[in-house]
């Protein structure tokens, strides 16, 4: 049994310590926002925050999170009540297929957590990891400006709950 | 009202009573009935125009209404994340006079809905759009005429806001005024189509219903389905074409924990697990245990465009103008190349399919259920009616994909694990290794120049491969090749114009006094090819509008007044002087050696939507890059449905195309593939994003809808090599655009 | 001059952190001081006149262009000349020495803050001397001390190549080094001792390639400023060519007879990693080496020949069957999960923490099976940073790891914000045991703690993993 602390609440996983989280996140605990893009690590779509730092859960095995916090999409809000960088997506009109968009939004909100006013050049080096393949860009970089001057990114406790 | 393609005093009752027959319909090409239209014969009311409507004439195919008044429109397209639900959605509210929050879309599935074959060549809003909407408008009729009836007051002095119809001081619901099959009607060849200058909806920008779903991780794409029992499978690929599986030792797999199955068929090889990471590893090792034999014998890289060039080919003339015109004092020539480029969808393929009960359920993010349906159940020998496909998102597809496939692989486990819900996810290696590519091409461009600087001749040719493979037979099906049985692929369709398959767009919209374009389809495809993004559109305006640029420059001419005097075309003609406008293209600066300005226009197809874009570059010779900075494109796509929709497809295209452009090549061995992963197959980063991308909308009220989501590719492309020709005085013309390339030119 | 190595040394091999004057230190710098001005006065007598400026920008043939822009690619004048954000040859980059910080110069031909005054004269004094058209002395953190090998045509097409750059304002700031270090004329000292002045003297034992592999390799290559060890005072170690040194907080591998790699490095081998960076018995160039092959990359067939030909005659003698073997004999020892000792879920005692972490974070990719070259890392038994007595370079690819490079190949994701510091102990001491035969590394907690220090202020600041 691997103990895993996800989006405030505490899980016990019946599954090897080596599984990548990723898909204990996604079969274990259904949650849908991290995702399955290459499962090698190179392209950002399973992007998920540990500790307040963006990390790639298709090659973090769970035996390494035990005893820290994850946090995914999930854990920022809903889609009847999403967090400001979630509004500032929808806003921007953020996506087109969507399937990168999740990863985009952890690895922004790391940012907008330890950073809260990043330069447009801060922005796009904080994402130079994460793959977009419509084009979306530049919807990307202007939602993510749009929440980081909204100033409202909450600072998430270490249990994973928004102040 | 005065609505177009409306006949006033006739009535839909008056019409059944007759019992006239409402129906016409014969196959007339998209393009002869735009020109039509054109021609201003609305009232001819070809069917045709109707879109799909022709082919589904019922009304209560797309548009159903409950005893609630709750609307459900049908589609048989599919949202890809290009936003045509949403649209859909406005189409339907609007002529309807519902609220989008009390309207549902359904879109593709071969139980529900009906079949518009694929969700392609951007003909979404252009069939299914157009069918939804003259279905509405003639579904409000209906129930405006029962509402008339019921309240005793005339259908003139009915008004309909919110599905709720008013007259005097009486309302009455669309949900009280359903009942039997008052739907249940066929289409009639005229409809009272709404005003566009009392529009509500259509050309307001109504945020996209999926997107909130999305960024909250509320289920929303086929790799989210979860089915009760579901277990995990993955396919296990040879490593080229046309391997066969000589032996494969499978009882260290077999016996590994949480293995459900082994599945073999002939080559076809997969294997079934509880979880999904036992999948994973088993397939490994499965991989590792199987012994192939590799006959393929791919071209060699090097030497690829002369291979391609020496292949038979069937040639056809697809332009032939002649006419008088001055002597040529010089001609121009210029040979440009295209390697293969990938979808490389962000996310790969995923099917769920569930055998149970003699019938295949499979959900999947197919572009075309019923093809892909009537290649599965020949696949597996089953009735088509036995198998229903429902279109489930997956990640942006950018055409023929691994998607059909996965469909297949999933429904020939679930044969194997009948009861069970079997979820088959690709692994990266295999989406890059095995999705079909855009095909390699060639083409060559020549002109002549008058005195004065005109263009006395022109002509053109391309080398293709075929730039459709889809499904179709089982034997354009990955697993239809790899089983036992080894169904034979299709032959390849040779897509006539004026759509064109290899020849999109090289028929130049441009007027020369004489024009010669001779297309070369190359029926022979050593590497898996089908259709991707635009087909070759994007090869043959990046071609076409590079030489025109070419010959502007050798004319002494303005890039922008050039193209201006051979665009006859008024909404031509508006689309580049917006993007130039806007540019501020009259006043640019000067060109230097590290920065440059280009531009570049079609429309694609010649028939769809009209796309202008001007860009400026920087050059950074030493590391052989090329950075656009600022982008400003202009569109026309008809009537603006959802006006941010479209800035967001020509946003898309211009990046995805810069990507393309700058960076795609697939590579591949004598025997393989190697381009299987993001590091083999780079693509454009946030740190080559340009600075600026603008575009402006130019809405056509009056006009039908222009298919957008391939419009940009082509253009941008051009704008990038020009912008470079600018800057460095270097023409490079052979795509992608790498730092090495750059480099050598730029230095 | 005990405790100015002392010093040195301390100040750190990858440190980027500046050491605090202490009581021991202020005596030592006033020691230093009296050593300085002995210095500076021989300097003094020896100084270098200021150039005229040109008049006229000088016009340049294309082919001598062309052959510049190669020779500078050898040189990676454009890597340390510029910026992540700023163009080419303008410079500002931060370089960090043992010594504090020197800023790469801008060297485009800008007339105000660039070399476009310099005539040939000037950048060939710069070159071979290591001073500046003004007379100033520059510091050897720009390998003047390899590029005086250099021929006076190369020299000559290089600055062709330079002065037809577009030219970019970008007024540099100032080095950050402290006193008494910033004056400049220490350098005429260190020159004095340490400076072998060029150009390069053919060996005559030796054939043609070798010679022209050794000028590219021991001039413009400047190899050695990676690969050879320094002495307290900063200078390469003459009698040590090439076996082994640091850079920018990772190991240059000796490439000498001490060379740590696992299998050895024959012509063929050396070849395939200048041309593609990349090798059957060796794997990827790793870190600040990926730019560099990335640049030998652009040289000319019978060049990378000649180099590779170079260097393959400091190792012993390798065959190719013995690469063969040792390819063959590594593929064997690849991970596969039937390996697992704890193969079946049910049983969570994982014998070995490392080993958890290796399955389900490395596999993925250090796995057996998968045909493709390039796309698939070579097995880690075969791995000169797996092998090798320090650690480092292990840590550093781990912690940050690789940067996809044109042309494509290698990629690996970072795992710095994935693992702690324990973690990755665990997963270095898996990783050592299971492929390689060596003792266990010692001291990786004093390695990790210095692998992280340089990238992750930068990213945490990103709020990245990276």
Known sequence: MVTLAVNGATYEIDAPPRTPLLYVLRNDLALNGAKFGCGLGQCGSCTVMVDGRAVLSCVTPISVVENRTITTLEGLGTTDSPSPLQQAFIDEQAAQCGYCIPGMIMRAQALLQSNPDPTDADIRRALHRNLCRCGTHMRILRAIRRAADGGQIAQLQTDGEAE | MNAPFATPSLSRRSLLKAGGALVVSFAVSPGRALAQQASGAEEAAIPDAFGSLADHPMLDAWIRVDAGGAVTVFTGKAELGQGIRTAILQVAAEELSVSPAETTVITADTGRTPNEGYTAASHSMEDSGTAVRNAAAQAREILLGIAAERLGIDRDRLSVENGVVSGGDQNIGYGDLVGGDVLHVQAEPVSMLKDPSRHTVIGTDVPRLDIPAKVTGAPAYVQDLRPEGMVHARVVRPPSYSSRLRSVETTTVESMPGVVAVVRNGSFLAVVAEREFEAIEAMHLLADAAEWEDTAELPDQETLYDFLLGMPSDDKVIQDVSGTAAAAVSSHEATYHRPYQMHASIGPSCAVAHFQNGAMTIWSHTQGVYPDRAAIAELLGMEVDRVRIIHVEGAGCYGHNGADDAAADAALIAQAVPGRPVRVQWMREHEHGWEPYGSAMVTRASAGLGADGNIVDWRYEVWSNPHSTRPGPAGNLIAGQLVEAEFQPGDPANIPQPAGGGDRNAVPLYVFPNSHVVKHWIPRMPIRVSAHRSLGAYMNVFSLESFIDELALAAGADPVEFRLRYLEDERARAVVGEAAGAFGWVDRPEPTPGRGRGFAFAQYKNLAAYCAIAMEVAVDGERGLIRPLRVVAACDSGLAVNPDGIRNQIEGGILQSLSWTLTEEVRFSRSMILSRDWGTYPILRFDSAPESVEVHVIDRPGEPFLGTGEAAQGPAAAAVANAFADATGVRLRDLPLTPEKVRAAAI | ?466
């Open chain 3, 1 to 466: 001059m005990a405790y100015t190595s002392f010093w040195f040394l301390r100040a750190g091999r990858h440190s980027r952190k500046k050491e605090p004057m202490r009581t021991q230190d202020a005596v030592f710098a006033v020691a230093l001081g009296v050593v300085v001005i002995a210095a500076a006065m021989v300097a003094w007598a020896a100084r270098h006149p200021e150039i005229d400026p040109l008049e006229q920008p000088p016009t340049f043939d294309d082919t001598v262009v062309a052959k510049g822009a190669m020779l500078a690619s050898l040189g990676n004048c454009a890597t340390c000349h510029t910026t992540e954000a700023g163009a080419s040859f303008a410079g500002g980059l931060d370089i960090p020495t043992p010594f504090g910080i020197v800023r790469s110069s801008n060297i485009t031909p800008d007339e105000s803050t660039g070399i476009g005054h310099w005539p040939e004269t000037a950048f060939r004094r710069a070159m071979r001397d290591g001073v500046d058209r003004e007379g100033n002395y520059l510091y050897p953190a720009f390998p003047y001390d390899h590029f005086t090998l250099a021929s006076d045509d190369d020299i000559a097409a290089i600055y062709a190549y330079l002065m037809s750059r577009p030219p970019v304002e970008n007024d540099v700031a100032e080095n950050q080094l402290p006193f008494p270090l910033n004056i400049r004329m220490l350098v005429a000292g260190w020159n004095l001792l340490y400076l072998d002045r060029g150009p390069y003297q053919a060996d005559g034992g030796q054939g043609d390639q070798w010679n022209r592999g050794a000028y590219l390799v021991m001039g413009l290559g400047h190899c050695g400023s990676c690969h050879t060890p320094r002495n307290a005072l900063g200078a390469e170690i003459e009698d040590r060519l090439l076996a082994g040194g640091f850079a920018e907080g990772w190991v240059g591998p000796a490439l000498d007879a001490t060379s740590p790699a696992p299998a050895g490095w024959t012509v063929a081998q050396l070849a395939s990693f200048l041309r593609d960076g990349w090798a059957e018995a060796h794997g990827s160039a790793l870190g600040p080496m990926a730019e560099v092959a990335a640049n030998t990359a652009r040289l000319p067939d019978e060049d990378i020949a000649a180099m590779a030909t170079f260097l393959a005659s400091l190792q012993p003698e390798v065959a190719e069957h013995d690469i063969a073997a040792a390819v063959e004999a590594a593929g064997e020892r690849e991970w596969s999960p039937l390996q697992l000792s704890a193969l079946d879920g049910a049983d969570d005692a994982i014998q070995d923490p490392g080993e958890a972490v290796f399955a389900g974070a490395c596999a993925l990719c250090h796995r057996k099976g998968g045909r493709l070259p390039i796309s698939r890392p070579v097995p880690l038994a075969l791995s000169t940073a797996v092998a090798m007595d320090d650690p480092t370079n292990f840590l550093q690819v781990v912690l940050h790891g690789v940067e996809a490079h044109d042309p494509p190949g290698t990629t690996m994701p970072a795992f710095a914000a994935v693992l702690d510091d324990a973690q990755l102990a665990d997963l270095a001491n898996y990783v050592r045991r299971h492929f390689t035969d060596e003792p266990a590394w010692t001291d990786l907690d004093r390695a990790i703690d210095n692998a992280r220090r340089g990238r992750d202020a930068e990213n945490l600041a990103l709020g990245n993993g990276d």
